[in-house]
C-alpha cells in the first residue's frame, strides 16, 4: 500500500508538471495556430458562403444557388483560360528534361560547377516583375534581341507577344528560362543521392550509358522527380503575374490563364461570388494534384 | 594480398570519362550563354543612350556608357521610396513570423502535450490550400477591418508564422541531440529559456535560411500588394517597378535600368548567402 501511496504522489508531481508543461507547449504553438483561425479558416469558411452567392465586394451578398458554378461550364472566357493553362503546363516536362541535362552535366565532376549552378539560379532568386519586363525586351519585334539573333541565322522572327499563336509559346520560352534554376538544384541533391555501387556494379555487369540512366538514375531520382512534377502543376495552375504584365493576358486573351481570369473577376469586374467559385474549383484541382 | 589492395584500380572508361566530360562542358556553357544573354542585354540597354535602343544591329557594348539612366530613374521615379516601404513591410513579419514559427516548431518536435497531432496536423492543412481560395476572402477580411490601402495585410498576417517554415524548422529540431536539453533541465531553465538559450543558437543556419526564404518573399512580392495598395506612396519596390512599363512608355533605357536596381540586392543577397539558398531548397524538396 505505502509503495502504490509513493507512487500516487510521483504521478500527482509529474501531472502537475505536465500541466506546466502543457502551458508552454500551447502558448508556444498558439502564433501560428491564432494566425491560422483568422487568416485561414475563417476566410476559407466565409469564401464558400460567397461561392454561392453574387456579391459585388461592396453591399451584401445575395444567395443565387449553383448560379455560380453552372456559369463556370458556360462561360466561353472559362473554357478558354483553362485551356491556355494546360497549354502553358506544356513548359513543365521541357523544363524538367534540360533541367535534368544540366543537373546529369553538373553532376560529372565537373570545374567550376559554382559558376554554372549560380548562372541557373539566377532567375529563381530574381523579381518576376523585373525578369518579365527584361522578356518584354527581348520579344520585342522590332529592336528585341532574340529577333535579331534569329535574323543572324537568316530566321525572320514572328512578332511574339502580338501574335496570338506566339504569345504563348513566347510565355513557354520565358517560364523554361526561368524555372530550370530551381529543378536543377533539387535533381542534383538527388542524382548525388544515388549510392555510386549501383553504378560500379552495373559497369561489371557490363551495363552502357543509355541502360545505366535507364535502370539506375530514372528510378534513383524519381522521388524527386515526382515532387518538381507536383510542385510544378501547383505553380502553373496559379501562374499569374508575368502573363499579366507581360502580355496583359493578350492578344485576344490568348495568355490568360485561370488565375489571372479570376482576378480579373475578382477585383475588376467585382465578381467575387464567380470568383469564390473559380478559386473553389481551381483549389480543389491543385489539393487533388 | 597487401599488395594486391594497393594495386591502382584500371581505368578502362578514361576515354569514355574526357568524351562525356567535354559533352557535359558543352552543354553547360551553352546553357549558361542563354541564361546570361538576357541579362546582359538589360545591362547593355540601361547604360544606352534612349535613340541607340532602335539601331540595327545592335551594339553590345555601348559606344558612349550613359549612366544617367540610373540617376534618372532614381531621381525621377518612386523607386528608393518603393525599395524602403519594401523594406519596411517585408523585415517584421521576416523576423517576428520566424520567431513564431520557430518556437511553434520547437513545441512541435520536443514537447508533449494533448492534441499535439490535431494542431500540428491542421497546420499541415493550410500548407495545402492553395493560395487563390484565399485571394476573395481575404480581401473581404482585411476590408471589414478597414485594412486596405495599407500595409497592415503585408505585415501583420506573416507576424504569426507560416506553416511551412514550422514544418521545416520542426525537421531541424528533431535532429539535434537532447541531451543539452535535459542538462538545462536539470538546471531548472523554463521551456523558453531552453528555446532561446539552446535551440535558437544551435539553429542558426536553419534559421538563416528560412529567413532569407522569407524576405525573398516578401521582396519579390507583387501580387500582395497590388491586391491590397492603391496610394503610389505606398507602394511597394515591384508595383513601383510594374508602374515602369506605363510611365516610361517604350523608354527600355529606363526600365531596363530600374529593372537592374530592383535586381542588385536580391543579387547581393544571393552571392553571400549561396549555400543557404541550396541547402533550403533540396530540404523542402527532399520532405516529398
Known amino acids: ?289 | 594480398m597487401a599488395a594486391d589492395t594497393v594495386k591502382p584500380v584500371p581505368r578502362r572508361h578514361k576515354n569514355g570519362d574526357y568524351f562525356k566530360k567535354t559533352i557535359a562542358y558543352l552543354f553547360l556553357v551553352c546553357g549558361a550563354i542563354v541564361m546570361a544573354v538576357p541579362f546582359l542585354w538589360m545591362l547593355s540597354t540601361s547604360l544606352k543612350e534612349p535613340g541607340v535602343v532602335f539601331e540595327m544591329p545592335p551594339e553590345w557594348i555601348p559606344e558612349t556608357i550613359i549612366w544617367d539612366n540610373y540617376k534618372l530613374v532614381v531621381t525621377e521615379s518612386n523607386l528608393l521610396g518603393g525599395f524602403l516601404n519594401t523594406l519596411a513591410v517585408t523585415l517584421p513579419p521576416t523576423i517576428v513570423g520566424l520567431f513564431a514559427s520557430a518556437i511553434a516548431a520547437y513545441a512541435f518536435a520536443r514537447m508533449q502535450f494533448p492534441g499535439k497531432n490535431a494542431f500540428f496536423m491542421a497546420l499541415l492543412a493550410t500548407m495545402m490550400i492553395p493560395g487563390v481560395v484565399l485571394m476573395v476572402p481575404s480581401f473581404i477580411l482585411y476590408k471589414y477591418l478597414g485594412w486596405i490601402d495599407s500595409w497592415k495585410p503585408l505585415i501583420i498576417p506573416g507576424m504569426f508564422g507560416a506553416a511551412g517554415t514550422v514544418f521545416f524548422l520542426r525537421q531541424f529540431f528533431k535532429t539535434i541531440p537532447s541531451e543539452l536539453e535535459d542538462a538545462a533541465k536539470i538546471d531548472g531553465l523554463s521551456p523558453f529559456g531552453i528555446f532561446v538559450r539552446i535551440m535558437l543558437p544551435l539553429s542558426k543556419p536553419a534559421l538563416a535560411t528560412q529567413a532569407i526564404f522569407g524576405f525573398l518573399g516578401g521582396y519579390n512580392d507583387y501580387m500582395g500588394p497590388l491586391i491590397y495598395l492603391n496610394s503610389p506612396e505606398k507602394y511597394t519596390l515591384q508595383l513601383v517597378l510594374a508602374t515602369f512599363q506605363d510611365n516610361y512608355n517604350a523608354e527600355w533605357t529606363l526600365i531596363m535600368a530600374g529593372s537592374v536596381l530592383a535586381l542588385i540586392p536580391t543579387i547581393v543577397l544571393f552571392f553571400f548567402a549561396q549555400k543557404y539558398f541550396v541547402e533550403g531548397i533540396t530540404m523542402t524538396g527532399m520532405k516529398g
Not at chain 1, 508556444?28 to 491564432?34: D, E, K, M, W
Not at chain 1, 458562403?49 to 456559369?71: A, C, H, Q, V, W
Not at chain 1, 530574381?126 to 522578356?135: F, G, P, Q, R
Not at chain 1, 553504378?199 to 539506375?216: P, S, T
Request: aromatic content about 16%; some cysteine.
Open chain 1, 1 to 289: 500500500m505505502a509503495h502504490s501511496h509513493s507512487t500516487n504522489i510521483a504521478a500527482a508531481r509529474a501531472g502537475r508538471r505536465f500541466k506546466k508543461d502543457y502551458f508552454w507547449a500551447y502558448l508556444f504553438i498558439s502564433a501560428p495556430i491564432i494566425g491560422f483561425m483568422i487568416f485561414g479558416f475563417i476566410p476559407i469558411c466565409y469564401s464558400v458562403y460567397i461561392s454561392f452567392t453574387k456579391f459585388d465586394g461592396f453591399s451584401s451578398p445575395e444567395l443565387n444557388g449553383l448560379d455560380n458554378y453552372r456559369l463556370l461550364f458556360e462561360d466561353p472566357l472559362m473554357r478558354k483560360t483553362t485551356a491556355n493553362t494546360f497549354y502553358a503546363a506544356l513548359g513543365i516536362p521541357i523544363g524538367m528534361a534540360i533541367s535534368l541535362g544540366i543537373a546529369i552535366a553538373l553532376n560529372q565532376k565537373i570545374a567550376g560547377i559554382h559558376f554554372f549552378r549560380t548562372a541557373f539560379f539566377l532567375p529563381a532568386i530574381s523579381s518576376v516583375v523585373a525578369l518579365t519586363l527584361l522578356w518584354k525586351w527581348v520579344f520585342n519585334s522590332d529592336f528585341g534581341i532574340l529577333n535579331q539573333l534569329l535574323g543572324y541565322v537568316g530566321i525572320t522572327g514572328p512578332a511574339w507577344l502580338n501574335e496570338e499563336a506566339w504569345a504563348m509559346p513566347a510565355m513557354i520560352i520565358q517560364g523554361v528560362w526561368g524555372g530550370l534554376g530551381f529543378n536543377m538544384v533539387l535533381y542534383l541533391a538527388a542524382l548525388q543521392g544515388v549510392p555510386s555501387t549501383l553504378y560500379e556494379a552495373a559497369e561489371i555487369d557490363g551495363a552502357g550509358v543509355m541502360q545505366k540512366f535507364r535502370f539506375i538514375t530514372i528510378p534513383g531520382i524519381s522521388p524527386t522527380t515526382f515532387f518538381i512534377v507536383v510542385t510544378s502543376i501547383i505553380g502553373a495552375l496559379q501562374d499569374f503575374v508575368r502573363f499579366r504584365i507581360m502580355t496583359g493576358g493578350g492578344p485576344n486573351f490568348s495568355t490568360m490563364t485561370v488565375v489571372y481570369y479570376l482576378f480579373e473577376n475578382a477585383f475588376r469586374y467585382m465578381n467575387m461570388g464567380f470568383a469564390s467559385a473559380m478559386a473553389w474549383v481551381l483549389g480543389i484541382v491543385i489539393i487533388a494534384a
